[in-house]
């Protein structure tokens, strides 16, 4: 529905806001009328289009025309500081219409950018980016320059990523926001932003950032060459992106990182990750990521070393749970019952007299009717959100128990689960935790813990196999690298921290001497 594909282009990479550079084989024509027909032809005549033709008292016999889309730019900037300064102003002396274009672009024009350009293609993007076209009879450049208006909200409070300390911004749909927010955060000249344009139909401005000399000159190119690759007609949100530059597409787990906090995205571009932001939406991707840098938030560094481990470490423990506990349940109550105290096995043979169905099929239910709650919570407007919490915690928990349908321990083991995948500070490996607890609980209610453990060695396999653009999955554990353990399971003191940074920095100078 939403990848409309395209065997055309649809990227380039301008620095500096032009767009695409193939559009040179259409130039604009000397004749102005030709060059307006031209537009309203290809913009179909829509109706707002505002094209106003003038003549200036800088050159009474010549012609000029301001093209621009009317719902895209700021009238007022465009009356103001376009329009009515080329009424007033009178040239010092007679001026050829290519020295018109020079004249009011390096004299005239106070607000917003300004470029010339030759190419029709290229200034039709620039329109429906909200630059108004300034063209002059008998020239073949036209002049570009920014007044746009862009309606967006303001930066807010992060609603995904929440902290209780730390900074309270989040991204918003405007990219050009959101470059201006990681920029207050990091003020190097090495924090380098390469854009482009991707989607024949969307026509998304997309930026790639990057800190110069500290992210890899390898991973760069390889995220370079797959955004220009893309050959979609549509880009709506960076899940998009996140699907088509990916390592793998056969895997649960995520191998980009997404976020809504500007810390924790310039964070990542110090520890040398790349940053894809898409307008349009307030999600920025990171990569490259390993495993466990899904387990960390920038609230760790904002924190005791010794709080943060704490947390650290239960977040953890929460995604084992999170996976795991459902299938342990099964396996200990239908084929391990000997592993269990007796006084608890009597407790649980009891609740589950009278339950007509096994295990396994007893925590299935249960799951999905959790997963069916879950989605509908997310669905449902705020105003009727708690009668899902009211549904789902009366009548369909106590309610379900009273019928003697489920037992009040799967009860307890499913509501533990979901707790526990509230933890995990990023949502997309939240996802993959639930995806793969159905695979542990068919194999728990098939095979017992053998099946559990069999499971969960291929899982390992299946992650040490994994690389995000280069980079181990599963880095630092496998390869190992003690180094970084201390910023991995634990977060170690800043003074270790920086020490470590330290020596890292004089073996990449040793290995380039």
Not at 257 to 277: K, Y
Not at 377 to 385: C, H, K, L, S, T
Request: proline share 5%.
């Amino acid at each position: 529905m939403f990848f409309n594909h395209t065997n055309s282009s649809g990227t380039k990479q301008p620095k500096g806001g032009s767009s695409r550079k193939e559009g040179k084989e259409a130039p604009f024509s000397p004749s102005l009328k030709n060059n307006i027909d031209t537009f309203s032809r290809r913009l179909g005549h829509s109706s707002d289009l505002e094209i106003k033709s003038f003549v200036s008292d800088l050159a009474p016999d010549i012609t000029m025309s301001l093209i621009y889309l009317s719902e895209m730019v700021n009238e007022q900037t465009l009356n103001d500081f376009i329009l009515r300064p080329l009424m007033v102003v009178k040239a010092q002396a007679e001026e050829r219409s290519d020295d018109l274009i020079r004249l009011i672009k390096e004299q005239m024009i106070q607000v917003g950018s300004t470029y010339s350009t030759d190419s029709i293609e290229e200034a039709i993007d620039m329109l429906l980016n909200g630059y108004c076209l300034m063209l002059i009879q008998e020239s073949t450049t036209g002049l570009m320059i920014n007044v746009s208006s862009k309606e967006g909200r303001t930066v807010s409070e992060p609603t995904t990523q929440t902290v209780l300390r730390g900074p309270q911004q989040s991204f918003n749909e405007s990219l050009s926001t959101n470059i201006n927010l990681i920029r207050q955060i990091i003020k190097s000249p090495d924090l380098h932003i390469e854009s482009m344009i991707i989607g024949t139909q969307t026509r998304t401005q997309i930026a790639m950032v990057y800190l110069h000399g500290i992210a890899s000159e390898d991973v760069v190119k390889t995220i370079y060459d797959r955004l220009a690759a893309i050959e979609v007609g549509s880009i709506l949100e960076s899940g998009y992106i996140e699907a088509l530059i990916q390592d793998k597409v056969y895997t649960p787990f995520p191998t980009l990182m997404n976020s809504e906090r500007p810390d924790a995205v310039a964070g990542g571009l110090l520890e040398g990750q790349i940053a894809v932001l898409v307008d349009g939406t307030p999600f920025v991707l990171l990569a490259p990521v390993t495993l466990f840098q899904f387990f960390q938030t920038p609230e760790d560094y904002y924190h005791r070393f010794d709080i943060a481990t704490f947390l650290r470490l239960i977040r953890f423990v929460a995604f084992l749970i999170s996976m795991l506990l459902p299938a342990l349940y099964i396996a200990v109550t239908t084929f391990h019952q000997e592993m269990l105290p007796t006084t608890l096995l009597i407790t649980l043979a009891a609740q589950r007299e009278g339950i007509p169905f096994p295990g396994l099929v007893e925590a299935m239910s249960m799951e999905l009717t959790f997963e069916v709650l879950r989605e509908a919570g997310v669905r449902m407007p705020r105003a009727i959100g708690p009668a899902i919490s009211i549904v789902g915690a009366l009548v369909l928990g106590q309610a379900a128990v009273d019928a003697g349908i489920v037992s009040a321990g799967m009860v307890m083991v499913v509501s533990f689960t979901a707790i526990s995948s509230f933890v995990i500070p990023q949502f997309n490996i939240a996802i993959s935790a639930r995806l793969i607890r159905f695979t542990f609980m068919l194999l728990a209610g098939v095979f017992g813990f053998l099946g559990i453990v069999a499971g969960f060695l291929a899982m390992l396999i299946h992650l040490a196999g994994l690389e995000s653009f280069g980079v181990p999955y599963m880095s630092p554990l496998a390869p190992f690298n003690w180094s970084s353990m201390k910023d991995t399971f634990i977060r170690a003191p800043h003074k270790v921290l920086l020490k470590r940074e330290a020596t890292n920095k004089i073996n990449r100078s040793s290995k380039l001497e």
